[in-house]
């Protein structure tokens, strides 16, 4: 490009619009060629405030740490203790979050369990129903209770060690799931009671209960047929916390799953999993305060999902005061999901390893989130597993690590104490202080 | 015949006692008293037992049975017989909204009327109405049949799928993608042996069908509107 006009005068430095991004351009060609919203999987894509926007203190005068291999960090966890008879008891505070067979494929599902048991964890069902192989290969398996009721038994609901009652999701407060029709096999439809081949949708919301009050009466319900064995879990949306929060304790919950945006969907639309719902930082604080109001801090666990990857992330969601996480992402690319080995198939459907979110048409080259048989074979259940118990035992060192260098001799001693925040947005949110002050914003008793 | 006070002896203690009745047991026929429109009463059961609820009951009576007939005397209150997958559930008097909500089988006898959402996302039950359903029934119902012999309020059927509504009376307005169908030889067999299961005074030939145009399976941008 030449750097004048004919008449010599400059041309101006070509300049990209920073609101018509190309990504934004992109999307409304598509738009315009397609009439349809674009639909993917994964959690929100936008960088948020999040784990990365916070440091650990480590040790120091007035602090001892304790010996890394030497001194102990305990990092088991107790979840439901408040009104089931058999609460769940984890070796490692790190759980595998909720993903439906349909969405992912059987061998998938298995790996699933596998690798949470091998680590000593649970894993979770998804929307679509609980499967043998998925049961057989699970040593604590949690059994949502979704919307559209696929797959829903009693039978099933008794094999489960506890029940995760639904209500939101983070990619998607207040949406529903849906289930392309390249994805409905045989078996996915029978086991949804659905013809095969449609586009499936999942309900936004429960089809015999709305609001706080029904939610007491359907727990009482669940507790009733299971006998009051199982814990109780509520999963909501990190949308309205706080609120959410006590309303799903006040109705009897024994465990909460909080889920910031950054938490995965199988699909939706990409403008929900954007623009709707909190960063996972932002829901944390005031979900713990809603149970430190109750009283209930500790007694009804926090498990906290969205955008956990590393034992740092682990370590901070405890210390801001959950009881544990909750992986489903992180979990899927340990099985070997945007593997760059793959990059040439990727290529091929017009994305990149890292990117590849179009896990709806079951094309999944790593041959995880598909139904497809000849794609599925890709996928070893045992090295799947094998890789995931890999993955959970290193999330569990690296934040036992940091555990130990704060001075603490189990996981649950971590506290927002140990934290401070590298921008104003992170201080507001965890509400630790920003980096080198006493401050963060919203403090009370200060003013800006 | 067993009886059991339910103010007395309360909920746990019914439903852990019915829980307790195996396949070949010979305690088959129960009489609750006192219900008083408790919730989640008879629920979970998985024996071929009788449970007569002298009363009416509140949310959830039923709920996910097998095998028994749980008959209600009175009026139940939301979500009766939800996720039923085998059995029977009567309710002499009527029911509250969500009526046989997901249920994958069995047969649910409301010989009252019953409220909205009737059958929402049924995956299989049989729902008899004596008198009238209100609206949003048979929401996104996936199979099973629904037979009405009054009428069918707002929106009936709205994203149904492969389920069968037959309604003797009138239909205030049909959901999107639901449409009246041709009644059919082998649809006039079904639904004179649902009348005949629900007893009911009312002849085949009164009724229409209704069911899925099958236009929305498959997301389609020009059907945007329905949604």
Known sequence: ?448 | MQTFDLEAQGLRALNSTLHAQAENTNQTQWEIINPKGSHAIAVGLDAPIEVNVKGSTGYYCAGMNKQATVHVHGSAGPGTAENMMSGTVIVEGDASQYAGATGHGGTLIIKGNASSRCGISMKGIDIIVHGNIGHMSAFMAQSGNIVVCGDAGDALGDSCYEARFFVRGSVKSLGADCIEKEMRPEHIAILEELLERGGCDAKASEFKRYGSARNLYNFDVDNAAAY
């Not at chain 1, 639909?39 to 990365?52: C, Q």
């Not at chain 1, 000593?120 to 998925?134: A, F, R, Y």
């Not at chain 1, 499936?200 to 007491?216: F, I, K, N, V, Y």
């Open chain 1, 1 to 448: 490009m030449k750097d004048h006009d004919a008449r010599g005068i400059p041309h101006t430095t070509p300049r990209q619009s920073a609101t018509f991004t190309q990504d934004a351009n992109s999307d409304i060609r598509r738009a315009a060629a397609t009439g349809i919203y674009d639909i993917r999987g994964g959690g929100a894509k936008r960088k948020v405030p999040h784990f990365d926007d916070l440091l650990f203190l480590g040790a120091s005068i007035s602090r001892y740490p304790l010996e890394g291999y030497r001194e102990k960090c305990g990092t088991d966890v107790t979840l439901g203790g408040r009104h089931a008879t058999n609460p769940i008891k984890l070796d490692i505070p790190i759980t595998i979050a909720g993903m439906s067979f349909g969405a992912l494929s059987g061998p998938a599902k298995e790996a699933l369990g596998r690798g949470a048991s091998a680590a000593g964890t649970s894993t979770t069902t998804g929307d679509g129903g609980m499967t043998p192989e998925e049961r057989g290969h699970s040593s604590k398996l949690v059994y949502q209770y979704l919307p559209s009721r696929y797959g829903m038994n009693p039978d099933d609901l008794r094999k489960a060690d506890a029940i995760e009652i639904v209500v939101g999701q983070g990619a998607k407060p207040g949406g529903g799931g849906m289930l392309l029709g390249q994805k409905i096999s045989d078996r996915v439809a029978e086991m949804r009671n659905l013809p095969k081949g449609i586009d499936q949708r999942s309900s936004c919301r429960h089809p015999d209960w709305t609001g706080p009050d029904d939610l007491e009466i359907k727990i009482l319900e669940l507790r009733e047929i299971t006998g009051w064995k199982v814990p109780i879990y509520v999963k909501v949306a990190g949308a309205r916390p706080y609120f959410d929060t006590t309303l799903a304790v006040k109705a009897g919950a024994d465990v909460v799953v909080l889920d910031g945006m950054q938490g995965g969907t199988a699909a939706t639309q990409d403008v929900f999993i954007e623009h709707v719902g909190q960063p996972t930082l932002a829901c944390i604080r005031p979900a713990v305060k809603a149970l430190q109001d109750l009283g209930m801090h500790r007694e009804v666990q926090l498990i906290v999902s969205g955008g956990i990857r590393n034992g740092a992330d682990v370590a901070k969601a405890m210390a801001l005061g959950a009881d544990a996480v909750a992986i489903g992402t992180a979990a899927l690319i340990a099985l070997g999901d945007n593997d760059p080995k793959w990059e040439a198939e990727y290529n091929a459907l017009g994305t990149t390893a890292g990117a590849y979110d179009d896990w709806h048409e079951g094309q999944d080259p790593a041959g995880i989130t598909t139904q497809d048989p000849d794609l599925m074979k890709r996928f070893d259940p045992v090295e799947g597993g094998r890789r995931l118990k890999n993955y959970l035992k290193v999330l569990t060192l690296e934040a036992q690590t940091i555990a130990r260098a704060c001075g603490k001799n189990h996981m649950h001693n971590l506290e927002p104490e140990d934290l401070v925040a590298l921008t104003m947005e992170a201080a507001a949110m965890a509400q630790v202080p920003l980096a080198g002050t006493d401050w963060y914003p919203g403090k009370p008793n200060t003013s800006f």
